[in-house]
Structure formats: C-alpha cells, structure tokens
C-alpha cells in the first residue's frame, strides 16, 4: 500500500511562474519528510527535507510547507526555470532511516 | 568523492541466468539501500544495511532474490534465476548516520531480462 501518495503526474507550469508539488501521506509515524528530484538516466538526487516539527522550509527558490493534520506537504518553486524540468519525489520516514518514495510528479517549465 | 558508484549501468540477460549488481557507497556512509524502480510499482526499497548488517530485507520480492556487503565499501544484489519481470532500474543509496536521513543515490543499473 502506498503510504506516501503524489496524485498528481505531471505539471506543465511557464518559466518564471510558480510550481507547486503536491504530496499526501497516511502514515501518521512519519515525522521527516524529503523532496528529490530525478533527471532521465541518473539517480535522484535530493533537494531539500522538512522536520515534523516545522511547518515551512526554505532554501533559495525552493520551499517545503507541511500541514501534519492534513498529512499534506507541497513543494513550490520559484520562479520555475528550464533546468527545473524533471521528474520530482516526495519522500517520507518515521524512526528509522528507511524512506518511502511517492510515485513522483513529472514537472515540464515552457519557455 | 566520486559519490555511489553502481555497476554495469546496463545489463541484458536472459531468463534463467544469475544477474549480480554492484554497489560502491560513499566512504564513511553507515547506511546503504537498494532499491528498484518501475512503472508499475515506482521506487521501493528492497534492503537495507547499516554498518554492512541487513536490518530490513522485508521489500525483497522472493527468494530469488538476495543481497550481501561483505564490507563498508561493496554489497551486491544477486538474481538467481533472472526472470522478465525483473525487468528495471535498481538504484543504491547510501546514507550517514548523522539524523539527516538523507539518501545519496547512484546512477542505477537497468536491468532488461529477455
């Protein structure tokens, strides 16, 4: 059973505009929260996590915000550029150090 | 450091052979994960390992499947037999154990079984 659901496959979003990624998790153990992002033949790579006890991350153009009584986190961008185009991963982990991947969203910037 | 390093990138077999994936973890990382991607299931996580001792093999598919690491430097992912539907990409991670929980994953290797 997926505990950790991206609904959303793709997002089409205009370079300079804004992207949000969204991102559900039903188990309520989970209490650090990562965001990774995959470009074609290469592995994820990481991008930035959120502590259960925070509401809100920020680094540069990228910002995590988390609402743990909607078990919903989102991931914005801005401004979204060409080099954003990938494909992005939400990622979750209750005690542990294992991690438990969404399907990922397929994110294309247009110029 | 030259990050995770996985080998063969690409591996072409036919049903019924042993497949043997390597990984390198990056020096000084406790813990290492392999996991495989595809469309259908997406990534999950086969096993892990922290300090080269399995903690959790409870993602391995079947018997058919197992994994060593015999040192910090090196484990494997062995198929045997290979079947079709092993078909993927299977990627290694390998993580501190300093509370981050961050993952550092390799290229992967992907996997076709004819």
């Known amino acids: 059973d997926q505990q950790v659901k991206q609904n959303s496959p793709s997002l089409s979003v205009q370079e300079g505009r804004i992207s949000i990624l969204n991102c559900d998790y039903t188990?309520?153990?989970?209490?650090?929260f990562l965001w990774y992002k995959k470009y074609p033949a290469e592995g994820p790579t990481f991008l930035i996590s959120?502590?259960?006890?925070?509401d809100k991350n920020e680094d540069g153009r990228f910002t995590v915000f988390l609402n743990k009584s909607a078990k919903h986190l989102s991931l914005h961008i801005v401004p979204s550029q060409p080099g954003d185009s990938a494909v992005y991963f939400c990622?979750?982990?209750?005690?542990?150090?294992?991690?438990?991947f969404g399907a990922g969203t397929t994110v294309t910037v247009r110029a | 450091d030259a990050g995770v390093i996985q080998s063969p990138r690409h591996e072409v077999t036919e049903m019924g052979q042993e497949v043997t994936l390597r990984c390198k973890p990056i020096?000084?990382?406790?813990?290492l994960f392999w996991y495989r991607q595809t469309m259908m299931r997406g990534l999950e996580l086969l096993i892990y390992?922290?300090?080269?001792?399995?903690?959790?093999d409870s993602g391995m598919p079947e018997d058919r499947f197992s994994a060593k690491m015999p040192n910090a430097s090196f484990s494997t992912l062995k198929i045997q037999p290979s079947e079709p539907r092993d078909s993927a990409v299977y990627f290694c991670?390998?993580?501190?154990?300093?509370?981050?929980?961050?993952?550092?994953f390799g290229p992967g290797t992907r996997l076709t079984v004819t």
């Open positions: 991670a390998s993580s501190p154990s300093d509370g981050s929980k961050e993952q550092y």
């Open positions: 188990n309520s153990m989970f209490d650090y």
């Open positions: 959120i502590s259960s006890i925070k």
């Open positions: 990622a979750a982990s209750a005690s542990d150090y294992k991690l438990s």
């Open positions: 020096s000084g990382h406790d813990y």
């Open positions: 390992f922290n300090n080269n001792v399995p903690i959790d």
